[in-house]
């Protein structure tokens, strides 16, 4: 069954706060291969004048899957999971990424339309630090394939 398109402009509730941690982003930069040592060292991080270190600008992502749980799951929604692929995802920062940042996600459905006979999902979400300022926003598109 097509998805509705009346769930654009749905917004679901903030994510639980998500402290980044620094070896969370050392994992996360290990394994995209970005071996820049901003991304490991927090040394090397602050002579380049960041606070601590860096977040490769892609560790979004790992929140955005966390904060996308409630929509993938809505079963208002009704959207089968078992035929989704993703299609596509975009960052944009209004600042980097630290260690130390308690940040917090709203996901919105942007839009929700059929394109050769299948559902395309466009989601983002609004990254905030624990004082509501704002740090980023993720766009994400899911296709849900026909039966």
Same mark, same amino acid.
């Given at each position: 069954m097509p998805l509705d398109p009346a769930f654009a402009g749905r917004v679901y509730p903030p994510t639980e706060p998500y402290e980044v941690g620094r070896e969370?982003?050392?994992?996360?930069?290990?394994?995209?291969?970005?071996?820049?040592?901003? %991304?490991? $060292?927090?040394?090397?991080a602050r002579a380049l004048g960041h606070r601590d270190v860096l977040a490769p600008p892609t560790f979004? @992502?790992?929140?955005m899957q966390r904060a996308?749980?409630?929509v993938v799951h809505d079963p208002e929604l009704g959207l089968d999971y078992s035929r989704v692929v993703h299609r596509d995802q975009r960052f944009a920062f209004t600042r980097p990424v630290y260690a130390g940042d308690v940040l917090r996600?709203?996901? %919105?459905? $942007?839009?929700?339309?059929?394109?050769?006979?299948?559902?395309?999902?466009?989601?983002?979400?609004?990254?905030?630090? @624990?004082g509501d300022e704002p740090v980023a926003t993720?766009?994400?598109?899911?296709?849900?394939?026909?039966a």
């Open positions: 969370k982003i050392r994992e996360f930069a290990a394994a995209v291969g970005a071996d820049h040592p901003a %991304h490991h $060292d927090p040394n090397a979004l @992502a790992v929140l996308t749980d409630p996600l709203v996901v %919105h459905i $942007d839009s929700v339309k059929a394109l050769a006979g299948n559902d395309v999902l466009e989601l983002r979400a609004e990254a905030r630090e @624990a993720i766009r994400m598109s899911l296709v849900s394939r026909t």
